[in-house]
């Protein structure tokens, strides 16, 4: 083959442009003996590609088993993974269930009083800060009765009016 044709063909596959018939012509070519000595230094590359190929077909693994392989590596991770999940929320909730009931049996004496006397004092406190804010709103009602009242004057009047003319 013309040492010019090869250049040519060379400077396409390494662009990638290539077709398979013209990768066949310099892996051909390539393989003979009578290479141009300024292109011994690519020959190297080709028969890389010829073994490379030969390794490719005799290691033969069907893709379908190598996906399912990996699927099932994931599905037993994933088992594994949702069990210590579900451990780590039992104990979750278990150390919560805990302390809470710790807290409320601390807190069940709220109160309470031991002198009978001070507790009277205690309710009559109570009572008498709830009678203020129950008379506040008691006069904050009168008000509303007062405006309503009022509305009901104006309003009754101006439709008596309206009759009229």
């Not at 060379?10 to 662009?15: A, G, I, R, Y």
């Not at 020959?43 to 010829?50: G, R, T």
Request: glycine letters at 4%; proline letters at 1%; one cysteine or more.
């Amino acid at each position: 083959m013309e040492s010019n044709k090869v250049e040519g063909l060379l400077e396409k596959h390494f662009q990638g442009a290539t077709t398979l018939v013209q990768e066949k012509e310099l892996r051909d070519y390539f393989s003979s003996q009578d290479v141009a000595s300024h292109l011994q230094q690519y020959a190297s590359l080709f028969d890389c590609f010829a073994v490379a190929k030969e390794q490719q077909n005799m290691n033969k693994t069907p893709v379908f088993e190598v996906v399912m392989a990996k699927n099932k590596n994931k599905k037993g991770n994933l088992g594994w993974v949702s069990i210590a999940a579900s451990v780590v929320v039992l104990m979750g909730i278990a150390t919560y269930v805990l302390f809470d009931l710790d807290a409320t049996k601390e807190n069940t004496n709220l109160g309470t009083y031991e002198d009978p006397e001070a507790a009277f004092r205690a309710t009559q406190k109570a009572l008498s800060l709830l009678s203020k804010n129950v008379n506040i709103g008691i006069k904050s009602v009168q008000y509303i009765e007062e405006y309503q009242t009022v509305k009901n004057r104006v309003f009754v009047s101006a439709k008596k009016e309206w009759k009229r003319s």
